[in-house]
């Protein structure tokens, strides 16, 4: 356990610098929940970074159930936390699938709400978010998958705003696991 928990933080103060410094700014801000705040983190400029993206799987990996068959999150902030995921997983050896859940069913095609393969029904799937404040639209991800009868028991997010999304959460009986809160930033 010595050497996990040595990379393991070594990986998560790497990754926390990086949000610090590219991520996170103070000010005045409408958030997509439509509160206002004076912290805005948007961790695309590092989830979009190849070392960043790199050290978020690492740890997102080690954070996951290892039960879970899948990853999956709502476009766009999810798309490189499952790329990333996937990748990660599969350099590692291991099987895990991955689901972009769009905001809107297509119109086209096979009018599909999810992208992804195709997985039996019952499949334990973890969404994953890179901000959670009041967890809106990480719930409506979860209502996507379960009306496709997958399992999601947990969420993985890279920074908890600690806004009322962990209890949002826990009422959908879902567990939060995030990488770090709003009170690392401060």
Avoid: W
């Avoid at 798309?79 to 590692?92: E, F, N, R, T």
């Avoid at 997010?157 to 990488?179: I, P, T, W």
């Amino acid at each position: 356990m010595g050497n996990f928990s040595k990379k393991y933080d070594l990986n998560r103060a790497k990754l926390l610098k990086q949000l610090v410094e590219k991520s996170y700014k103070r000010g005045d801000f409408t958030l997509a929940s439509g509160k206002k705040s004076s912290h805005y983190l948007n961790c695309k400029p590092v989830s979009l970074n190849g070392e960043g993206l790199n050290l978020i799987s690492d740890l997102f990996l080690d954070l996951k159930d290892s039960r879970s068959q899948a990853v999956a999150g709502l476009t766009l902030g999810a798309d490189p936390l499952v790329s990333g995921l996937i990748v990660k997983a599969a350099s590692q050896g291991l099987e895990l699938n991955g689901l972009i859940i769009r905001k809107e069913v297509k119109k086209y095609g096979t009018k599909a709400g999810l992208e992804g393969p195709i997985l039996e029904e019952g499949t334990l799937v973890t969404v994953v978010e890179d901000v959670v404040t009041t967890a809106g639209s990480v719930i409506k991800a979860i209502k996507k998958l379960r009306e496709n009868n997958y399992i999601v028991e947990e969420v993985l997010s890279v920074v908890d705003r600690q806004e009322g999304g962990f209890e949002a959460l826990n009422a959908e009986n879902v567990k939060l696991k995030s990488l770090f809160t709003i009170k690392d930033f401060l």
